[in-house]
C-alpha cells in the first residue's frame, strides 16, 4: 500500500488538477504520476465540469468571446492557462459566479442560457428587474431592417419610443440612428 495523501496534498491536488500537468503535480508532491491520476479519480476530480471555456462562458452568458477575454486579460475574472493547451483559458465556475456578481453591467439576464443564481437572491431579482428595463440591443450593430423599420416608422409620425420599443432599441439610441442616418433621406 501507498504513502497516505494528507489534506495538503489533497487541497493541492484539487487546486491544481485542472491548470497544470498531472506530471508537474507527481513531482511537486513527489509521488507518481499514477498515484496522482488514481487519487484525482478517486475524489471525482476527472470527471467534475467545474471549469468552462472562454466559448463555453461565451455562450452562457450571451456575451462575446472577446468580451470574456478582455476581462480575463485585465483581471477582472480569474481563469488559469489550459492543462493541455496554454493557449486556452479554464473559468472555475465559483470565479465566474464571483465576476457576474461583481460586474453585473458587463452581462444581461435576459441572455443567459444557464443561469447559476435563484430569483430568491435578492441581487439576481434587482438585476433582472433593472435588465428587463433596458434595450436588449445595446451595443449590437444595427441591422438594414432596423435602418427600414426606423425610417418607416419615422416617416408615419411615431415617435422615438415607439421606435424603441418596436425593434428593441431605446430612444436616445433611436434619436442617435436617426441622426446617423440622416432621417432616411434617400434611402428606402
Given amino acids: 500500500m501507498g504513502k497516505r495523501w494528507s489534506n495538503e496534498e489533497i487541497r493541492y491536488l484539487e487546486d491544481n488538477w485542472y491548470h497544470v500537468t498531472t506530471k ?18 478517486k475524489i471525482g476530480l476527472s470527471t467534475k465540469m467545474l471549469y468552462y471555456s472562454v466559448y463555453e ?30 493557449k486556452r483559458f479554464s473559468i472555475k465556475e465559483e470565479d465566474l459566479k464571483e465576476w457576474m456578481i461583481n460586474n453585473q453591467d458587463a452581462w444581461d439576464s435576459r441572455k443567459l442560457t ?8 435578492e441581487w439576481f431579482k434587482a438585476k433582472v428587474e433593472k435588465d428587463k428595463k433596458k434595450s436588449i440591443k445595446k451595443g449590437e450593430a ?8 426606423i425610417v418607416y416608422m419615422y416617416r408615419h ?3 422615438a419610443s415607439e421606435i424603441g420599443k418596436h425593434i428593441g432599441r431605446d430612444k436616445k439610441s433611436i434619436l442617435n440612428r436617426l441622426e446617423k442616418i440622416n432621417y432616411g433621406i434617400g434611402l428606402y
Fill in 57 to 86: 462562458v461565451s455562450l452562457m452568458l450571451g456575451v462575446s468571446k472577446a468580451k470574456i477575454t478582455r476581462n480575463i486579460n485585465n483581471g477582472k475574472l480569474r481563469a488559469y492557462k489550459d492543462r493541455t493547451l496554454h
Fill in 157 to 159: 409620425n411615431h415617435s
Fill in 142 to 149: 444595427y441591422t438594414v431592417e432596423e435602418d427600414k423599420a
Fill in 24 to 41: 508537474h503535480i507527481a513531482n511537486k508532491l513527489k509521488r507518481t504520476e499514477s498515484s496522482v491520476s488514481t487519487k484525482a479519480y
Fill in 114 to 121: 444557464v443561469n447559476f443564481f435563484s430569483i430568491k437572491d
